[in-house]
């Protein structure tokens, strides 16, 4: 008797380490599947964690790349506006070379007060119709020019110049072009103290009516003019019969 319950209670025992030893696997494979799980799913949320923070490089390097692309528009387009602002300032400067060369157009046109470097004076003959002579003074240069005022004739031993006939002043300038005449005309009123000369001395005036430097010498025709102390110049006219009035 004693016997079996020796061996029911050995037994007993067996069983029971049994059971706990069972017990205790069973723990620790449900602690390792359940740690398994965990371990899974945070490895599946670093798997999972890999393409979000692929998808953030990729974000980033599409906001990067939108930043470069509109840096280079923007720089492009500055370059383009300062192309055009260079066109600009080229065609501001060809318009400031435009207006220099029509100044130089005018200037070379209209070349001032005439002198007699550049047109050429002769005596006209009016005919003997009326007690005058013609001075006649012809453009010769390339360039338009005035005469302003009226001539200062004299001759040789002459105290002073002939005076001005200030009845005759035109009512603007007479401006010559290349080749064009004006006229200015000396009377020659009768009286005792006639005295005839052969060589007179012209000379111009500028707008300030002071005279222009040099002067020019005509030559009478036949047996010479006959000037008296009474004897006046008109003011240069554009014509032969504005002069004569």
Not at 172 to 178: D, E, S
Request: hydrophobic share 35%; with cysteine; aromatic share 4%.
């Amino acid at each position: 008797m004693r016997i079996r319950r020796t061996r029911r209670a050995l037994t007993f025992l067996a069983v029971a380490g049994v059971t706990v030893l069972a017990t205790a696997a069973c723990g620790t494979n449900g602690s390792s599947a359940a740690d398994s799980p965990n371990g899974g799913k945070g490895a599946g949320s670093s798997v999972s964690g890999s393409p979000a923070s692929g998808s953030s490089a990729e974000k980033t390097a599409d906001v990067s790349a939108a930043k470069e692309g509109k840096t280079g528009s923007s720089a492009q387009g500055q370059d383009a506006s300062g192309t055009s602002g260079s066109s600009g300032a080229s065609g501001g400067n060809s318009g400031g070379s435009g207006s220099a060369s029509g100044t130089s157009g005018a200037a070379a046109a209209k070349g001032g007060a005439c002198t007699t470097g550049s047109v050429k004076i002769s005596l006209a003959d009016t005919g003997g119709t009326l007690p005058a002579v013609l001075l006649k003074a012809t453009n010769a240069s390339g360039s338009s020019c005035d005469l302003y005022g009226f001539p200062t004739v004299g001759y040789p031993g002459a105290q002073s110049a002939i005076g001005a006939n200030e009845h005759s002043k035109p009512q603007a300038v007479v401006t010559l072009a290349p080749g064009k005449s004006g006229y200015a005309a000396i009377s020659l009123p009768s009286g005792a103290d006639k005295h005839r000369e052969k060589v007179l001395t012209v000379g111009l005036r500028g707008r300030d009516m002071g005279p222009v430097d040099g002067q020019d010498t005509v030559t009478a025709f036949g047996s010479g003019i006959a000037l008296t102390d009474s004897s006046m110049v008109t003011y240069w006219q554009s014509d032969e019969a504005a002069a004569l009035q």
